[in-house]
């Protein structure tokens, strides 16, 4: 099980590199989400662009003056699965020692997830006492070995050390990577609701689904059975089923038909809509002096009324005062609420990042740093888990 996987390929610097760009294009066919790490040593026997051009996307490299502030926490949160091939003696001693002076090794030492290795190194090496000692500690820390086969080794040597095939690494993967955890049925609601006034025009609002698919995107990869109704067309994992919606009603319609266990509620919805639609486009000389509105449902309050009710977390896009969140989160009896200044520059509305403060059951809140919206749907799953962990 490949398909939609989030792989980071650490490749360090050995001769062996090259069968990595071979395992990259399985892993790509087979539907994985594959990123690249590239040590500086890997650049000796292979090129950013061979991996640039399998994966779509240029490779890390680096752990300064890259764009990101925080590249190996960044990569470390993505990624479903590390894959270390070919993994020099130095790559094995680094990730024992717990060295975390360049991006792969600080990569793998905030990573928290399943490992897998593929030592490839000379015989008298791969056979030494320090070598030996290594692949201990790291049979310790739970991570998993793939070889390394007996055969040529770089300089035309033979012996223990070669690196195991592309193939090989990949059904290891499949294997270590085998079912995902249920975590239960979880809804998310995402993208701002248009209400037609007639077949061209519509209320709207500056909601993109952004915040919302990248909850359930991360909730997916984590294992929930993620239902996602939403009116953006913005990518969502495969394994998300994806229900499209314009307007409230529908959006309400569709969530009715939804059994959860966690509902997300991060779509802005319309409270009110056109009490009428004209059928057909109105036109500037039949004039339009006003448009008479109607309340929309309330679709979370429709949730938090269930006689099974989930796990419900709700959003409040506010224009600068937690205590307004706080209230709402009391009013609207949420488990927890996801508070967002859509005014402060980087939050809100169409950005890739946002600034949240968790506003919890009790009245507490929890302020956040700026980070890009996956992070949030990462930090939010957190929570999520832990609040249910207390509920069993
Ligand atoms: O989609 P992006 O461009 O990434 O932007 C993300 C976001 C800013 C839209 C998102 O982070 C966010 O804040 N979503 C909630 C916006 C909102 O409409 O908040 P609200 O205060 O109006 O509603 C409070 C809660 O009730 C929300 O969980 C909302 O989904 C829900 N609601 C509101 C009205 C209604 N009729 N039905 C609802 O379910």
Same mark, same amino acid.
């Given at each position: ?43 000796? !026997?292979?090129?950013?662009?061979? !991996? ?12 300064? &003056?890259? &764009? ?70 790291? +049979?310790?820390?739970?991570? +998993? ?39 239960? *049925? ?31 995107? +991360? ?95 709700? !959003? ?38 946002? *600034?949240?403060? !968790? ?34």
């Amino acid at each position: 099980m490949i398909s939609g996987r989030r792989v980071l390929l650490a490749v360090t610097g050995g001769v062996a590199a090259y069968k990595s760009a071979l395992l990259t294009r399985l892993l790509v066919e087979d539907g994985a989400e594959v990123r690249v790490i590239l040590t500086e040593s890997a650049h000796h !026997f292979v090129g950013p662009q061979t !991996f640039a051009a399998l994966t779509g996307s240029a490779p890390y490299t680096k752990l300064f &003056d890259s &764009d990101s502030v925080s590249p190996h926490t960044e990569l470390a949160r993505w990624a479903e699965v590390i894959v270390v091939a070919p993994a020099t003696a130095a790559s094995l001693s680094k990730m024992a020692n717990g060295l975390s002076n360049d991006l792969f090794s600080a990569t793998v030492l905030a990573y928290t997830g399943p490992v897998l290795i593929a030592p490839a190194m000379h015989t008298e090496m791969w056979e030494h006492p320090a070598t030996a000692r290594n692949m201990a500690i790291l +049979e310790e820390f739970g991570y +998993e070995t793939v070889g390394p086969e007996s055969g040529a080794l770089a300089g035309g040597d033979e012996g223990v050390g070669r690196v195991a095939e592309p193939e090989q690494i990949h059904e290891a993967l499949s294997d270590l990577l085998g079912t995902r955890p249920d975590l239960g *049925r979880l809804l998310v609601t995402a993208g701002g609701t248009r209400e037609p006034i007639d077949p061209v025009r519509y209320l709207g609002n500056r909601s993109t689904g952004k915040m919302g698919h990248a909850i359930a995107n +991360e909730a997916a990869q984590r294992g929930y059975d993620v239902t996602l109704v939403t009116t953006s067309n913005l990518h969502a994992d495969p394994a998300v089923n994806l229900v499209e919606v314009e307007t409230a009603e529908q959006m309400l319609n569709a969530v009715e038909q939804v059994d959860m266990d966690v509902a997300i509620m991060a779509a802005a919805v319309a409270d009110f809509r056109p009490a009428k639609k004209s059928a057909h486009k109105l036109s500037r000389s039949e004039g339009l002096d006003s448009v008479e509105l109607v309340p929309n449902p309330d679709i979370l309050e429709s949730v938090v009324a269930r006689d099974k009710r989930p796990l419900v977390v709700g !959003f409040a896009a506010e224009t600068g005062d937690v205590e307004r969140a706080v209230q709402k989160a009391k009013r609207k009896d949420v488990d927890l609420l996801v508070y967002n200044d859509v005014t402060e520059p980087g939050s809100g509305f169409g950005t890739d990042t946002n *600034r949240v403060t !968790f506003v919890n059951r009790d009245g507490s809140v929890d302020p956040m740093p700026l980070t890009s919206k996956d992070e949030v749907a990462a930090q939010l799953l957190d929570r999520i888990a832990a609040l249910r962990s207390l509920d069993s």
